[in-house]
T-cell receptor, first 112, second 115 residues
Framework: DTGVSQNPRHKITKRGQNVTFRCDPI?????LYWYRQTLGQGPEFLTY????????KSRLLSDRFSAERPKGSFSTLEIQRTEQGDSAMYLC??????????FGSGTRLTVV | DQQVKQNSPSLSVQEGRISILNCDYT??????FLWYKKYPAEGPTFLIS?????DKNEDGRFTVFLNKSAKHLSLHIVPSQPGDSAVYFC??????????????FGQGTTLQVKP
């Protein structure tokens, strides 16, 4: 078990383009979370999956953002029509029914 | 609406001394608290946690204290080492009273331990 894996580590995109990030959680973890972190702030909750069901979305998650977790395994986070304000570190975390939250190394998005 | 606050953006201590990082919260429904350490360009790494039924939890050089009446928790690192230099985040969750257990983070405190 190699922990939570996120790809890519870095993404530079032009404003208006779509981007997709992937998260592979720890295999036995049923809960998966996406967070966003900007400079000088703590991670902010974006969305939560229990198995394949998306059970909560933050109001931070505008309609340009969509997340999926098909088959309750890996998850993807897509941002459509990226804006400069989307530049941030996107973090994925997984846990087993709330025990042992483990974070990935994150995807650093830069929108130019 | 900042439910978890770390009011000290930075802290500098001498190697071998105690580091005390503080965190305040406003939501009395939080029942689980965690501390994470973060290096640049990496994800947060779990350090130590405490549930609301306890007031202290210790793991090696790290001890977390919880004062529910004051809605305050602190992380003590003794003795501090230069490798402890990082950003420390406090986080809280409604683990036992909600379906999500999502973490709410403070803004972070940058700890510098000087040799």
């Amino acid at each position: 078990d190699t922990g939570v894996s996120q790809n890519p580590r870095h993404k530079i995109t032009k404003r208006g383009q779509n981007v997709t990030f992937r998260c592979d959680p720890i295999s036995e973890h049923n809960r998966l979370y996406w967070y966003r972190q900007t400079l000088g702030q703590g991670p902010e909750f974006l969305t939560y999956f229990q198995n394949e069901a998306q059970l909560e979305k933050s109001r931070l998650l505008s309609d340009r953002f969509s997340a999926e977790r098909p088959k309750g395994s890996f998850s993807t986070l897509e941002i459509q029509r990226t804006e400069q304000g989307d530049s941030a570190m996107y973090l994925c975390a997984s846990s087993l029914a709330g025990n042992g939250y483990t974070f990935g190394s994150g995807t650093r998005l830069t929108v130019v | 609406d900042q439910q978890v606050k770390q009011n000290s953006p930075s802290l500098s201590v001498q190697e071998g001394r105690i580091s005390i990082l503080n965190c305040d919260y406003t939501n009395s429904m939080f029942d689980y608290f965690l501390w994470y350490k973060k290096y640049p360009a990496e994800g947060p790494t779990f350090l130590i946690s405490i549930s609301s039924i306890k007031d202290k939890n210790e793991d090696g050089r790290f001890t977390v204290f919880l004062n529910k009446s004051a809605k305050h928790l602190s992380l003590h690192i003794v003795p501090s080492q230069p490798g402890d230099s990082a950003v420390y985040f406090c986080a809280a969750a409604k683990l036992y009273s909600s379906n999500t257990g999502k973490l709410i983070f403070g803004q972070g405190t940058t700890l510098q331990v000087k040799p």
